[in-house]
């Protein structure tokens, strides 16, 4: 008998996963076999899985620097810096949520260790969904992620809300799954590979005649709508307001992302690794889903009233940003679209954790009143509080000194580098449009006048845990608006591969 | 030719154009921590660091040379190598009295006006305000601009929205996001402008001076990369008939912030167009050139006509400035020595008078809490010390001989005459209109007899008066003297206006040549 040849495994290269699978498996058993544990205590202690894994994932980025990319476990994983950048900022946003949800939980009387187990078990399918070198390896992290992300939104179990937004996230992420699977399908009925270096490889020795690539295109869309739907584009957004409003605020965030972080690393890596020679099929549909969601994201978002709506629409118009980015990457011989689709990344991950933390706190026991009003007169209650979320804001409008002016102004640039003026002035037209509902909290926060009733209203208490988030979110956001060289120089060496 | 030769720069080894930017953002953070219950020690951290950026910017106009164009004190660091943008600094005849006006004013307005509440943020967005305008006149870097030109809207719309009158938040609102579609644009061009210039230059980079040495752009790539800035300048200047935010942002606005607004904050438009358009983009300058002197010109007589029929006293200064900065808009596009250098001193004629003349109807609604001038009547009688200052800053924003507003606008006006005739002839009844508005106005609030409500109007106090000295003082001098200004700006517009005659052929005819007989005399 033959004797079964396993695969050679890297098992340095996929430690961070292992790190945060069994630092989730242990904590989740300890936590069910004892009591209670003190205040913080299960987030930090997942916090510090989370800097563990991060301590792996930076000394692979070394090792890269030195060895060059890895592909492992028989071609299923990819290892390379642009890996490791995402699962870099994957980690960071699980350590930062983490934290964030702490004393939230503690507020809605919901302690205990499963939702921080959930945020891990996620936080394991998007890395898995950015390592990924095969479709149905792609198809194994998305559906850990989603599954994970379904349970999370429907964890308030006394929110009929949160109940509701889960249902209609797992109704409709299934159906994008299945879309998904099924242009996987196509894709290799098309190319007789599932490997995305493979079909690459394929498709670039592959000379299609007329007609010949219909199976092949029809994959290609259906999976690009798979795509589309998580990280949110127009015009597969509309589960996005209900899902982020009805989720419980910390999960919001961490959709907002770790969700949006890991469906565009995979979309970048199938469109740009499998299909580089169909650039020119895919380019514009990303570019119709570009303007699309930038201008609808934008426009939607400033008629809302609820604040988590308005922040749900918000992060639409950021995911055409990186569409932009996407498109870019597209063109032959760029050299910007996918750094700054990763940068932009990085940093509205970052932004939106700060952002969701904040409005977590405004929100107030209960996690319900997440209506611009609740936010009247935050300068006067918590000034630094209200300093914190303006910083955020006005970063997400892209105001220089902050880092969102540090993404939008790579995405422009790329989308310059390409001649693609128009699409850089209808997204700064919209960001302007999208100015305007930020404005619309910061004026609730300070300029609004107290109405009666508002003495009457809970305070806003600000943990520290949730302070340490805001904090070192403000810091990212300002040092990487000022001193944005090293992020963009790592934003850059992810794409050498 | 370099423009980067420096002058008295080399030799200066101090850092002086970073500390103009970095001194009062230094005091922005201290004051906005501020001194626990001593708001008094809060308030004086604010004035001594906007005195001491006084003292820094009289310092940089004692050590310019003049007679030199190119760029002095230049400071030159590496930022954003990733980008290609540095932080690079420097100063030349057409930013130097920006500059000092800048730092002249902010002391003189935290002195002389008072929030009433809030006083720490109100210092504090202030001096973020002075920090950001001085950056703004001062880079040469393309980056480097679009961030200070933006980050100019947070402390200016803070301090409209926060401490103006009852219609502010609209009038922040509007005035922000106005200002950032004009941005969007500019963005664009900047980072286009780069790209395009790429080859040229040697490597991307935003470097306004080695852009516009080495880059030369097509004519139609020219022309679009110049709109996208043309856009942004005309929002802020602003350009009829974008100017519809000005009215609502002046009157709404604390006194500070209409004083800082009309005073620097508007010529970042007028200045913006003179160094990003015409300076990178000559040939789409001139060949725009019509446009704007029309618009200009439509700007001057839409400006006058609106103040005139105007109601409200600060309502009527803010279009006065809508005409005004017309005037200047028409110095530049009219390409003539005379017409730029004039276009230039009329931006510091301008924040001079028209600051002055916020303060004064600042001060008049101190006392009468309104700005109605149907409310006011007779305040020469109870108030004469106060109508004497009122009168004197007055006759300068029309421009009477003698007084600042004379030289800048005659000086557009004579330069104007030989290469945008038709348009300086319709410009020139601006002036008259001017003294109808402002005369009317004055007659109106300042004559006949007091009723109750005026006759307990105050007179001007000592802090007051003492604010408002070195305002007289800069009107008469200038307007006596304007040739130590001139003798400054003058090599600086030369030295554009022969670069736009190298890329384009565009003169202004001389005097010989000009058969109509013109003389071109005037040299202030």
Redesign the interface.
Known sequence: MEPIVYPSIDWLAITPLIILLGGMLVLLVLGALTRPWPRAWYAWSHVEVAVAALVVEMVLWNRIGHEGPVTIINDALTIDRFTIFVWIGVTVALGLVSLATADYLRREDLDGPETYSLYVCAVIGAMVMAAANDLVVLFLGLEILSIALYVLAASHRRRVQSQESGLKYFVLGGFASAFFLYGVALLYGATGTTNIGGMGAYLGDQVFLDGDDAILLAGVALLLVGLAFKVAAVPFHFWTPDVYQGAPTPTTSFMASVGKFAAFAAMLRVLVTALPTRAEDWRPVVWVMAVLSVVVGSVLAVVQTDVKRMLAYSSISHAGFILIGVEAAGHQGDVDGLPSSLLYLMIYAVLVIGTFTVTALVTRTGDASSSLDSFRGLAKERPLLALAMTVFLLAQAGMPVTSGFVAKFGVIQAAAENESYAVAIVAMVASVIAAVLYLRIIISMWLADAESGDEAREKVSVPWTAGVVVTAAVIFTLVAGVFPGWLIDAARDALAR | MSLLAAGGGETLSFPILTSLVVVPLIGAVLTGIGVRNRPELTKLIALVSSVVTTGLSLWLLASFETGEAGFQFVSQHT?????GTGWHLGVDGISLFLVVLTGVLFPLVIVGCDPHHDEKPYLAWLLLLEAGVMGSFLSLDL?LF???F??V??PM??LI??WGYDQ??YA??KF??YT??GS??M??GI??TA?LARDATGGITFDVVRIAENADFAASTGRWLFFAFAIAFAVKVPLFPLHTWLPDAHTQAPTAGSVILAGVLLKLGTYGLLRFGVYLFPEAAVWSREIFLTLAVIGILWGAIAATMQTDLKRLVAYSSVAHLGFIVLGTFAFTSEAVGGGVMQMVNHGVSTGALFLLVGMIYERRHTRAISELKGLQKVAPIFAAAFMVVMLSSIGVPGLNGFVGEFLVLIGGFTTARWWVVVAATGVILAALYLLWAYQRVFHGEPDEANSSFRELRLREGMVLLPFIALIVFTGVYPKPMLDRIEPSVKSLLVRVEERTGFTAPTAEHDESHSTTEGEG
Do not use: N, S
């Open positions: 930022w954003i190598d990733a980008w980056v679009f961030l200070f933006e980050i809207l947070v719309y803070f929205g926060g502010r938040v922040a609102t922000f996001l950032m579609v969007a644009f963005l664009v980072v286009t790209l």
